[in-house]
């Protein structure tokens, strides 16, 4: 097996002359603007791709422009790789692209090529990983999948009896989204990420580990301040240096390793220091567009009638109404199922959360916009608890994004939770 690292989650595994890339974010911006890529990727060559493993929906890993860059000519000796889903939109989506698409059930081993089989599990929060087995190597990408600390130590467990046996661990060392004002709260978040990894070293008991899924940066002008206490990839690698008998791998964009032989992680980490001090020396400048109140109230109504829609129990009980402060816009509005959008005259300091009027657009319109406007962590607010009236909006709309209807997602998971501790 050799691994060639492409940038942030996405690495091209060559197998017994299978090659297969997962998680293609080649360029540009996400999550609204929120994050950029550290370091420029390395040329992928399409012509030699087999397969292209896609582990879930959010735009660092599901990077529709970079998918939409593959020549058509290649296009035919392509197929993607996908979890099995309820609604199945991500694999309608790339077949429209006239790709290949084969579909992973929960835990199936298949053979993709002789002596090369694959295995990929999912998890509740929507990620998924995939276990590469060479017959000589199993390389384990788990890119951002939730384990839990070592507090429940069940989560991470049932990984392992999933999973199996890992020669190469591959997974995310950073924090995203939004962690509040407080930097001791960041702080905190940073070292609990350095602990997860740690934990599931000690439980899959790898030979090598491959800091990855996290070569990214804040890169808006709203959430810039974050990366001062965000780990880099110099964070978990010394973190494991000393405390772990584990021997990091550290790849830069077009680095290849074959797993047993030594790399050279001095080089690939004098590289990394030269672009972390470039791209953190200033945010990127602000492109931001900005959207009307009358159009913003408007795909509200829009928004209000859907969400009621696909989810009936919401006309009987309502989330309460959540108050919102435009940031671009220096306005205070409140939402809720009845109105959608009303123009309140309250102070900045009263209202639930901040936020720009292109994160709302994108909540009105999109399934899925609510949570990126959280991950891309340029949404901001002071107390939890009035975070959570917004919240419950972005949570319901991210269920009905999978498929899903409120409330039955919810039981579900929490009978799932009690019956089986394996969802949390």
Known sequence: MEIKFINHASVLVKANNINLISDPWLFGSTFYDGWSLVSKSCEVDWSIIDYVWLSHEHP??????????????????????????????????????????????????????????????????????????????????????????????????????????????????????????????????????????????????????????????????????????????????????????????????????????????????????????????????????????DLLKKNSLKYKDKILKKNILLKIFKPAATRIWIKDLNKSIKFDLNDGITIINVPRKSCDIEMASDLIFGWFNFDYGGASAYISARISYNNDNAYRRAYKYFYISNGNNRGETWPWFVLKNRLKARLTKTFY
């Open 60 to 293: 660092d890993h599901f990077h529709i422009p970079s998918i939409k860059s593959i020549p058509e000519k290649y296009k035919g000796n392509i197929t993607f790789l996908y979890q099995s889903t309820m609604d199945n939109k991500v694999n309608n989506w790339l077949k429209a692209q006239n790709f290949k698409v084969q579909l992973l059930h929960n835990l199936r081993k298949i053979e993709i090529a002789e002596d090369v089989f694959i295995k990929s599990g999912k998890t509740p929060q929507d990620d998924s990983w995939l276990l590469i087995d060479d017959g000589k190597t199993k390389f384990l990408n788990f890119n951002d999948c939730e384990t839990k600390s070592r507090k429940y130590d069940f989560v991470m467990k049932k990984f392992a009896k999933d999973i199996g046996p890992v020669d190469v661990l591959a997974s995310q060392f950073g924090f995203a989204s939004y962690l509040g004002y407080n930097e001791t709260m960041r702080k905190r978040s940073a070292q609990s990420v350095l602990d997860k990894v740690d934990y599931q070293i000690e439980v899959l008991e790898p030979k090598f580990y491959i800091p990855f899924a996290s070569f990214s940066y804040f890169s808006h002008n709203e959430n810039f301040d974050q990366n001062q206490e965000n780990n880099s990839v110099f964070d978990i690698v010394n973190f494991l240096t000393k405390k772990r008998k584990i021997t990091p791998v550290v790849m830069y964009p077009g680095d290849k390793w074959t797993p047993n032989k030594t790399h050279d992680n001095k080089t690939s980490l004098d590289k990394y220091k030269k672009d972390y001090d470039k791209v953190l020396r200033t945010p990127l400048s602000d492109t931001t567009k900005k959207y009307t109140l």
